[in-house]
């Protein structure tokens, strides 16, 4: 491996951008590889105050992976939630604690996920 180390490091946060774009859907997964990979553009410009043109990059698709997580986790939720079967199964369950309760807000909400 040549190089310097901070070549290495901004090089190392394009592919980890790359790669939370690629494991979007793993959710938690893909946000810490896109936060390591924006943390690593960063501290790659080392003492300079200027990032090189792969740091910009890794940067770029860093932040994209995390925020493309983060949207597909919120319409998700969006999904689920605003479903009135479920929202009413959660309040039952809520209120009651019983086991058939849990089971159909579990049975609601796969409804939706299929």
């Known amino acids: 491996m040549e190089g310097s180390p901070r070549r290495r490091m901004a090089s190392m946060s394009v592919w980890l951008g790359?790669?939370?774009?690629?494991?979007?859907s793993t959710g938690v997964i893909a946000i810490?590889?896109?936060g390591i990979a924006i943390i690593l553009a960063f501290?790659?410009?080392?003492?300079t105050k200027k990032l090189s043109r792969q740091a910009i990059i890794g940067l770029i698709i860093g932040?994209?992976?995390v925020t493309v997580?983060?949207?597909?986790?919120?319409?998700?939720?969006y999904k689920i939630f605003?479903?009135?079967?479920?929202?009413?199964?959660i309040r039952e369950y809520a209120q009651t604690?019983?086991?058939?309760a849990y089971n159909n807000m579990e049975?609601?909400?796969?409804?939706?996920?299929?």
Do not use: C, E, H, K
């Open 18 to 24: 790359i790669t939370s774009i690629l494991f979007y």
């Open 32 to 34: 810490i590889l896109g």
């Open 43 to 47: 501290l790659s410009r080392g003492n």
């Open 63 to 65: 932040t994209i992976g």
């Open 69 to 77: 997580t983060y949207v597909t986790i919120g319409l998700i939720f």
């Open 82 to 89: 605003s479903d009135p079967s479920v929202v009413s199964a």
């Open 97 to 100: 604690g019983s086991i058939d």
């Open 107 to 114: 049975n609601a909400i796969y409804s939706i996920v299929r």
